[in-house]
């Protein structure tokens, strides 16, 4: 079985910037990040999934890693639309980390 502990740790890092990212997009109330609240909210779910197969090993863990991945990838590039915000910003270096991480 692959050790998994690297996609874990970028996984739950991601899914706790997303959250913020998302509450922070909510707050600001304007519908051009709708998309970004959405994708969040998706690699919240993801990455929370991810790192429960990861953690145990889980002969699934790389399918669903590379969902993760693919799922992270569009929240990212979304977020990078609006760096210019610090949370955004800081949710699209987290989903990068975690595509690096869950693809191998």
Known sequence: ???????????LACMDSCEMCATHCIEMNDKN????ISLCRDCVDICNLCAKFGARNSSFAGSIMKLCAEICKACAEECEKFAHHS???ECAEACRK?????SF
């Open 1 to 11: 079985m692959k050790n998994f502990k690297i996609a874990v740790e970028a996984c």
């Open 87 to 89: 949370h955004c910003k």
């Open 33 to 36: 990040h709708l998309r970004c």
């Open 98 to 102: 975690c595509v690096a991480a869950c």
